[in-house]
């Protein structure tokens, strides 16, 4: 996919919004495994998103450039795919490349027929054995991590009364979205990449009004689609502050359905990721972020539960930097 950025795509400095490099990560990925699932004779299918892992933005895009957005199946297992999805911008003035997004996404065949209905994906033929013993662990361990998150999904924001400022509640907001047929598959449910691109817009608006500077999306932990959401559906998305380090945000944020074409089912938790955000000066440099003020002992947790996939995702980073030097 390759489209030319325009000023609706970007934030006020210029930037292009980190859901709108999302949504077009997922359009990749839903074309690329649709098309293999439905690459042997059988039952005519739809790829529905399950799982992204974390997704870190390595440059921004600018209004202006070229988007390239290029996907490749790398496993499959007997019920979803793995699609490996690289964002490249291009300066058309210069013709400059660079990598600003690489993304891991996981996918589901739903039948035409039965939305409920799982079908078996067609395997790739894998050019070493050990492509296979690596795909296998890499789905074994987001299966494992998506049953955790879905176990820890119970929280709800209520708002707070003339908060402080830098506090969790002074900054906490939420979206109210009624989901319509320019939002659905073929199917009836809502595109992954259009609740991504909303769920980085609640983001966007907690980091800035925490910092009232301008704000880019730096990277996103796993997004964990626990439950379809419907056409007719009010979803909630909703977003909180958890941690504060130097110079970074993470914003905790979750989609509520309440599925009001079927009164037979109540509001239920549908997705919830963790956004990192960074916040920069009006020359693109990194600023530094006000720390947050925590009041109670469910902030405090959350707080240091952020800072604990903080200083994790930092030694990460810095032992794949020794790595490449190495």
Not at 106 to 117: E, F
Not at 185 to 205: N, Y
Not at 222 to 227: G, K, L, M, Q, T
């Amino acid at each position: 996919l390759g489209r030319i950025m325009r000023p609706d795509d970007a934030n006020v400095a210029g930037n292009v919004h980190g859901g709108t490099i999302l949504k077009m990560i997922e359009e990749a990925g839903a074309i690329i495994s649709t098309r293999h699932c439905n690459s042997q004779a059988g039952e005519p299918c739809v790829a529905a998103l399950a799982r992204v892992e974390r997704t870190d933005f390595l440059s921004p895009v600018c209004i202006g450039e070229v988007a390239n957005v290029s996907a490749e199946i790398t496993y499959t297992s007997r019920h979803s795919v793995e699609v490996q999805v690289n964002v490249m911008s291009e300066n058309i003035l210069t013709g400059a490349k660079k990598v600003t997004n690489k993304a891991t996404l996981w996918y589901v065949p739903l039948s035409l027929k039965n939305v409920n209905k799982v079908l078996e994906v067609p395997p790739i033929q894998y050019v070493r054995k050990e492509q296979e013993d690596e795909g296998r662990k890499r789905y074994e361990e987001q299966k494992l991590d998506r049953l955790e998150t879905k176990q820890r999904n119970g929280d709800v924001i209520f708002p707070v009364i003339n908060p402080e400022p830098h506090t969790v509640g002074y900054s906490q907001s939420s979206l109210i979205h009624l989901v319509g047929p320019s939002d659905c598959t073929l199917l009836g449910f809502v595109h992954g990449g259009v609740t991504m691109k909303l769920m980085d817009e609640v983001a966007g608006i907690v980091a800035a009004r925490h910092c009232k500077t301008n704000i880019v999306t730096a990277s996103v932990d796993a997004i964990n689609f626990h439950e379809k959401i419907k056409k007719g559906s009010v979803i909630t998305i909703s977003g909180r502050m958890t941690f504060t380090s130097n110079k970074s945000m993470e914003i905790e944020v979750f989609v509520d359905a309440d599925p009001f074409v079927d009164e037979s089912r109540g509001r239920y938790r549908a997705v919830s990721a963790f956004f990192t955000y960074v916040s920069l000066s009006k020359e693109g440099k990194p600023l530094p972020v006000p720390q947050l003020l925590t009041e109670t002992e469910e902030e405090k947790r959350r707080f240091e539960e952020g800072k604990g996939r903080y200083l994790q995702t930092k030694a990460k980073r810095q032992a794949q930097l020794q790595q490449a030097a190495q």
